[in-house]
């Protein structure tokens, strides 16, 4: 069905920032997840490995609060939000994705298996 996201389920805006979350698991959004990293003074910080792979990203926004960013809502995201966020992911979480063009399978580069990265956001 057309606007539902990687849990089959609709986004619902949170708050005056326009931050969207998803109604199933509670994760942000692609974008939202954009204007964490961009935001200044945003805390972030990865999660366990438990199922292989950096699945989880925890954020804390200024103005929104504590947030969680689910990777596998990166395959809701455009390809310009894809690419934005690897290059702030370079810098930031340190673990980058990519998908496989016709099935979206996802791929992810991390430093190491098990990697976390925490830091706060300063532009």
Not at 36 to 45: E, F, H, K, P, R
Request: hydrophobic letters at 35%; charged letters at 20%; glycine letters at 8%.
């Amino acid at each position: 069905m057309p606007g539902l996201n990687a849990c089959n389920q609709a986004w619902e805006e949170s708050n005056i920032l326009g931050i969207k979350t998803c109604c199933h698991c509670g994760s942000i959004d692609a974008g939202s997840a954009l204007v964490a990293l961009v935001t200044n003074d945003t805390q972030y910080s990865g999660s366990d490995w438990k199922y292989g792979y950096p699945h989880k990203f925890y954020f804390v926004i200024p103005g929104f609060g504590q947030a969680k960013f689910y990777s596998k809502h990166l395959r809701d995201a455009t390809e310009d939000q894809l690419i934005l966020w690897n290059r702030l992911a370079h810098n930031t979480v340190q673990v980058t994705f990519e998908f496989e063009a016709e099935t979206r399978k996802m791929f992810y580069r991390a430093p190491y298996s098990g990697f976390q990265s925490s830091g706060v956001v300063r532009r």
